[in-house]
Antibody, heavy 123, light 110 residues
Framework: EVQLVQSGAEVIEPGESLRISCKAS????????IGWVRQMPGKDLEWMGI????????RYSPSFQGQVTISVDKSISTAYLQWSSLKASNTAMYYC????????????????WGQGTLVTVSS | QSALTQPASVSGSPGQSIAISCTGT?????????VSWYQQHPGKAPKLMIF???NRPSGVSNRFSGSKSGNTASLTISGLQAEDEADYYC??????????FGGGTKVTVL
């Protein structure tokens, strides 16, 4: 059974750094793209980026390029999303997602979702 | 990429059928057969309901169906049930390893 288990909720002060995690199981982690989706309070879903664990090839949405860093640790089947300096506008729920690829290129749909990590940025 | 356009809300009585539209462009919905639909209950993670325009994952009720015409995709829920009350989001591959979501539709069962 495929599972994506995310780290717990965080309350962070503006300007601090943060890394949240997503541990995958039930499939070959190195061979499936994994990504992140943001949902701001009461708002819609926004695709942030994806990474291919085998070689760390990473693709970012233009809206998030330079704002976040996506990485993986293949040895523990875990993907990460990190910020170097958080702002109040980063307050949101963040979901990790697995991409079901339909061909050799990173295109397809998101078939499994983590439970979400709520990040609250407040002083 | 701009978000796909969905109606903010759709409602129906138990047993009725409703349809949710999702309008994009030739760069996303119209350009690829990679439209997916997600159901999200309050406080829960989204769940895949339809993939590749019209395919249902194992375990999803056959009351849910998807279609596409040109730049507009649609999700139809037939035999509406109380448990179908949720938010629904469409998503499309938009080329160059990018995806775009719709603004979401709140389905209310009257």
């Amino acid at each position: 059974e495929v599972q994506l288990v995310q780290s717990g909720a965080e309350v962070i002060e503006p300007g601090e750094s943060l890394r949240i995690s997503c541990k995958a199981s039930g499939y070959s982690f190195p061979d499936s793209w994994i990504g992140w989706v943001r949902q701001m309070p009461g708002k819609d879903l926004e695709w942030m980026g994806i990474i291919f664990p085998r070689d760390s090839d990473t693709r970012y949405s233009p809206s998030f390029q330079g704002q976040v860093t996506i990485s993986v640790d293949k040895s523990i089947s875990t993907a990460y999303l990190q910020w170097s300096s958080l702002k109040a506008s980063n307050t949101a729920m963040y979901y990790c997602v697995r991409l079901k690829r339909i061909g050799p290129m990173p295109e397809g749909y998101f078939d499994y979702w983590g439970q979400g990590t709520l990040v609250t940025v407040s002083s | 990429q701009s978000a796909l356009t969905q109606p903010a809300s759709v409602s129906g009585s138990p047993g009725q059928s409703i349809a949710i539209s999702c309008t994009g462009t030739t760069s996303d919905v119209g350009g690829y057969n990679l439209v997916s639909w997600y159901q999200q209950h309050p406080g829960k993670a989204p769940k895949l309901m339809i993939f590749e325009v019209s395919n249902r994952p194992s375990g999803v009720s056959n009351r849910f169906s998807g279609s596409k015409s040109g730049n507009t995709a649609s999700l139809t829920i037939s035999g509406l049930q109380a448990e179908d009350e949720a938010d629904y989001y469409c998503c499309s591959y938009a080329g160059r390893s990018a995806w775009v979501f719709g603004g979401g539709t709140k389905v209310t069962v009257l």
